[in-house]
């Protein structure tokens, strides 16, 4: 069985972006990146709202040569990924190996799991706190930045408890900290 992995960047206070919805302040450093590559490197299927959906579809479209090494090897991570779209207002999803559902399916997604040779990861705080409040969600991979935006989008939702074990821990040369626990 593959593990569901929620994967995030978050400000000090625990948010993933600010009150006018920017997160520029969350661009990783060459480093923080290449622990990023590796990770998308290991995930079989993403799954996404729409507002992450928009936020990432350009890795799938970017041309490759206007990028650092970086930034290149996760666009070609990316769009070796297969991406599953969670909207009822898109119309279509016309990137390669990306597919639309309508509706977040809680019983979808542990056949996924249950099925899938590597990991899945999802991504945005909405989807997120579905798959969390379902029990969905194996691993937790935050990476807290040195900034406190004072409100905003929550990383995590509220109302939920969910007892964790940390795995590992990393400080990058931005100064942003990795905290990586899966369930106890």
């Not at 990316?78 to 019983?107: C, Q």
């Not at 905003?152 to 900290?177: H, K, Q, W």
């Amino acid at each position: 069985m593959a593990t569901l992995i929620y994967c995030i960047n978050a400000s000090l206070d625990g948010y993933i972006a600010d009150e006018n919805g920017n997160f520029d302040w969350s661009e990783p450093s060459e480093d923080a990146h290449a622990f990023f590559n590796d990770l998308q490197r290991s995930v079989a299927t993403f799954l996404c709202g729409r507002r992450m959906y928009e936020t990432m579809r350009v890795w799938d479209t970017v041309v490759l040569d206007d990028l650092s090494v970086v930034e290149r090897e996760f666009a070609e991570a990316w769009r070796d990924t297969e991406k599953v779209v969670y909207s009822t207002t898109l119309d279509t999803v016309p990137e390669p190996r990306t597919r639309l559902e309508r509706t977040f399916d809680p019983e979808a997604v542990q056949a996924m799991k249950d099925t899938a040779e590597r990991d899945l990861q999802i991504g945005g705080a909405g989807l997120a706190g579905e798959a969390i409040r379902a029990g969905l969600v194996d691993r937790y991979v935050l990476r807290v930045l040195p900034t406190i935006v004072g409100g905003g989008t929550r990383a995590l939702p509220d109302a939920v408890r969910v007892d964790l074990t940390l795995d590992t821990t990393r400080r990058f040369e931005d100064g942003s900290v990795l905290v990586d626990y899966s369930l106890r």
